[in-house]
């Protein structure tokens, strides 16, 4: 199967930490496939300088915002029923984001229970990524790669903030092993843009991934499974 060939339902989530590499790794793989690919919106995030500012006031508006914003995308992507790439998925929002803002006390309990209970009619609606192209790094690299790229609202990332980040990280991705296949890229001694053989190594996952994925809905068509 052609990368460029339809697979109802497949896409490639591309999660990670803050200053992981999505974006980059996305738009080398979008260039690479011919794939559409959903950015996570950033300029036009009318909460983001402010939460920085004050996660305490903001961490539940902000998530919200981003929630909605990923759930419009995706849905009208698998709407189209072609390949894509996003960068981030909608599960780090309830997984990762919103967890670890409520246990930095940033969102208060009734706040996190409203966005959990949102958050799991929405991901009930979409289908799992078939591939997920986890990008990891230690926090100081993060906090380099971060200050190396200059958005002046992410000046007061800690270390500390990256790290309790990236543990959440490692329990969902651990929770979710056997849902899809999971391709694991150190990140922190990559030259970015990333190498053309390294994206090479990516597609040809994100192949068999794709093939697998055809499979297997070839087979529940085959036997009725999954029809009402």
Known sequence: MSLGQ????????????????????????????????YYEPVAENPFLEAFYADMQRWAFHLQIYLLAERFKAQKRFVERSA???????IYEDGEIFARVLYERGAMEKR???????LFREMVELLPFPGLLLYLKARPEALVARIAQRGRACETGITPAYLAQLEAAYARWIASVRGRCPILTIETEQIAFPPEQGLIDEIVAEIRVAQEGHAGKRGVASATGAGEA
């Open 6 to 37: 339809s697979a109802q339902g497949f896409f490639v989530g591309i999660c990670g930490n803050i200053g992981a590499g999505k974006s980059a790794f996305a738009r080398l793989l979008a260039e690479r496939t011919g794939w559409d690919v």
């Open 83 to 89: 390949p894509f790439i996003q960068d981030r998925t």
């Open 111 to 117: 706040e996190f229970k409203s966005f959990l209970s």
